[in-house]
Antibody, heavy 121, light 107 residues
Framework: EVQLVESGGGLVQPGGSLRLSCAAS????????MNWVRQAPGKGLEWLSY????????QYTDSVKGRFTISRDNAKSSLYLQMDSLRAEDTAVYFC??????????????WGQGTMVTVSS | EIVLTQSPATLSLSPGERATLSCRAS??????LTWYQQRPGQAPRLLIY???NRATGIPARFSGSGSGTDFTLTISSLEPEDFAVYYC?????????FGGGTKVEIK
């Protein structure tokens, strides 16, 4: 089955760290660019970060730049998000999302079910 | 960053009616505009990419149009499963950004 499964969410204190994982299966992970997107409770979607197929090019939105780090391990078909210096406003459901093949489907065509991160003392 | 403004915030319609959703960009995004649907408790689902291309498996009642700064998602005849929140997203410039969403609710 083609799917993405996030893990690693939980409760963390302000200033703490958490590492999210996204396990891919059913497709050639190394052929797809990947992204992280989050959704605060009752709010809209916020794009966070992008990584290219080889892991050499990354992009971030300003609110997480310098605090979050995206990475991938193609041998393990896994995507990661290292989150440091966490703040209350980082509380959200975090989704990993696959970018469709360039020139074929220019959108996030596969999403995980999300993992909840709660930042609170 | 490019700001996407969706309107209306909420659309109250009955099954079988036509839905017209708007997304306006603060600067041109060419045709690099994507639409997603999100049902309660679910992950978003890709509907339309590059303004007017339906993703695999998306019913023909969904259509997208526009270019530059003004875009429209049209649902020709609402089915019960179409009542959800719809988001637009641009991929023209970093950072990628989403609109605030339009909720299509049952009247």
């Amino acid at each position: 089955e083609v799917q993405l499964v996030e893990s690693g969410g939980g409760l963390v204190q302000p200033g703490g760290s958490l590492r999210l994982s996204c396990a891919a299966s059913g497709f050639t992970f190394s052929s797809h660019e990947m992204n992280w997107v989050r959704q605060a409770p009752g709010k809209g979607l916020e794009w966070l970060s992008y990584i290219d197929t080889g892991g050499s090019t990354t992009q971030y939105t300003d609110s997480v730049k310098g605090r979050f780090t995206i990475s991938r391990d193609n041998a393990k078909s896994s995507l990661y998000l290292q989150m440091d210096s966490l703040r209350a406003e980082d509380t959200a459901v975090y989704f990993c999302a696959r970018r469709g093949v360039r020139g074929v489907c220019e959108g996030f065509d596969l999403w995980g079910q999300g993992t909840m991160v709660t930042v609170s003392s | 960053e490019i700001v996407l403004t969706q309107s209306p915030a909420t659309l109250s319609l009955s099954p079988g009616e036509r839905a017209t959703l708007s997304c306006r960009a603060s600067q041109s995004v060419s045709s690099q505009l994507t639409w997603y649907q999100q049902r309660p408790g679910q992950a978003p689902r890709l509907l339309i990419y590059d303004a007017s291309n339906r993703a695999t498996g998306i019913p023909a009642r969904f259509s997208g149009s526009g270019s530059g700064t003004d875009f429209t998602l049209t649902i020709s005849s609402l089915e019960p499963e179409d009542f959800a929140v719809y988001y637009c997203q641009q991929r023209n410039k970093w950072p990628l950004t989403f609109g605030g969403g339009t909720k299509v609710e049952i009247k």
